[in-house]
């Protein structure tokens, strides 16, 4: 009954005007259906909700809409490896502060030992910045926390902050996390103690910048040195993300068995999954599915032919 009442109540004081970024304050279950509410006293039911938090609406739309990107709020996992901005036929332009959250602030006054580039056989998806165990390590804007947990892929301990902007700063290899899932952070909140947990050597802070899943160079948005945002906005565009492109042309070659021009093709191994293969060729499940007219269910053969492009 008191659920019943405080629906109703939601109800009488709710809007549904999506105009507003806000962020997620509680979710209460109803029967089937789990619902959100935010600081400005908006509600929405959670599968919508997941998709549209902190996000500029315009930019969102565009990107869901035009661009059938996808997004949620995902405290368990931290990747997102569904959307490919590679393909952008347009330039979105990023306001990266605006006057609800105009602060910015540099995770670490460290300096930068390692950059955004090709390292070896793998893509480096963020910048170093040099850290000695301990250090305090700030989140860079306004946001919502979005993931804080260890994660085996090597990140070791992760913080994930989802901005007001839309894009999401990653912190990796912390020795210790201070912020929880779901908990709203101000620009310069220390949020975890830098280390070298994880695939690491060396203290020091991993920082990675995504939007909507995909990395961009930190050092084309921020201006390390000097403490500060290159310039309050950031044109997004496909040339952020040509990353992807070398990795079509130099697959590792353990992974693909023949290259037939721009046609790639994986020989099953014993541990292989459908996920597992699209997450190292930076593919989804649905595009190798498709590819090769099979469910994302099908049981895969050891010793048999997919071809990932
Ligand atoms: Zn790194």
Wanted: aromatic share 12%; net charge positive.
């Amino acid at each position: 009954m008191f659920k019943v009442y405080l629906l109703f109540l939601l109800l009488l004081t709710s809007s549904f005007s999506f105009s507003q970024i806000t962020y997620p304050t509680d979710t209460i279950v109803s029967g089937q259906d789990t619902i959100v509410i935010f600081a400005n006293k908006t509600w929405e039911f959670i599968e919508k909700a997941n998709s549209k938090m902190l996000f500029n609406a315009s930019i969102y739309a565009h990107a869901t809409e035009n661009y059938k990107w996808t997004d949620k709020w995902d405290t368990v996992s931290p990747y997102n490896n569904g959307n490919d901005l590679l393909a952008m036929t347009d330039t979105i332009c990023i306001p990266l502060t605006d006057s609800m959250h105009p602060d910015f602030v540099l995770p670490h006054n460290g300096i930068v030992t390692s950059t955004y580039k090709q390292r070896g056989k793998r893509f480096h998806y963020g910048t170093d910045v040099d850290v000695i165990t301990g250090d305090t390590l700030k989140s860079c804007f306004d946001g919502v926390v979005r993931y804080a947990d260890y994660s085996s892929g090597g990140y070791g301990n992760l913080v994930i902050i989802r901005h007001y902007n839309g894009i999401e700063t990653y912190y990796a290899h912390l020795n210790k996390i201070l912020v929880k899932t779901n908990q709203e952070v101000n620009a310069g909140d220390i949020i975890g103690h830098g280390g070298t947990t994880g695939r690491s050597t060396g203290s020091h802070l991993h920082f990675e910048m995504r939007f909507f899943g995909n990395a961009l160079d930190p050092e084309k948005v921020i201006d390390f040195a000097n403490k500060k945002l290159i310039s309050d906005s950031l044109d997004m565009h496909k040339e952020l993300f040509h990353y992807k492109r070398s990795y079509q042309y130099r697959p590792a070659a353990n992974q693909l068995a023949t290259n037939n021009g721009d046609k790639s093709y994986h020989r099953i191994r014993s541990g292989d999954s459908l996920y597992a293969l699209a997450l190292r060729n930076k593919t989804t499940v649905k595009t190798i599915c498709d590819l090769n007219g099979i469910s994302s269910t099908k049981i895969l053969k050891i010793g048999q032919r997919i071809r990932i492009r």
